[in-house]
Nanobody, 111 residues
Framework: QVQLVEFGGGLVQPGGSLRLSCAAS????????MGWYRQAPGKQRELVAG???????NYADSVKGRFTISRDNARKMVYLQMNSLKPEDTAVYYC?????WGQGTQVTVSS
């Protein structure tokens, strides 16, 4: 079955960086688009970044120029490099493929 395991979250000061990782299994990773979503308290889950099997990317306007999504098909991993973090980036971040979700990893941006 599809399994997605996120890790790499934590507490970081404003302006700092984090790299989230997602380990995938149970499906043909290389042919699937992958996405990172986030959900802040009291808000709906939103798409942060998407990456197609062909390498095309799309980002939420709020993270453009600061976040970068990438993938390693050989390792079945997808990453989210987050730079210049802001308090409003605080949320639980989820990896997703084809309607499946990981358990999420908490990112807190605070001084």
């Amino acid at each position: 079955q599809v399994q997605l395991v996120e890790f790499g979250g934590g507490l970081v000061q404003p302006g700092g960086s984090l790299r989230l990782s997602c380990a995938a299994s149970g499906f043909i990773f290389s042919i699937n688009a992958m996405g990172w979503y986030r959900q802040a308290p009291g808000k709906q889950r939103e798409l942060v970044a998407g990456l197609s099997s062909g390498g095309s990317t799309n980002y939420a306007d709020s993270v453009k120029g600061r976040f970068t999504i990438s993938r390693d098909n050989a390792r079945k991993m997808v990453y989210l490099q987050m730079n210049s973090l802001k308090p409003e980036d605080t949320a639980v971040y989820y990896c997703s493929v084809d309607g499946h979700w990981g358990q999420g990893t908490q990112v807190t941006v605070s001084s």
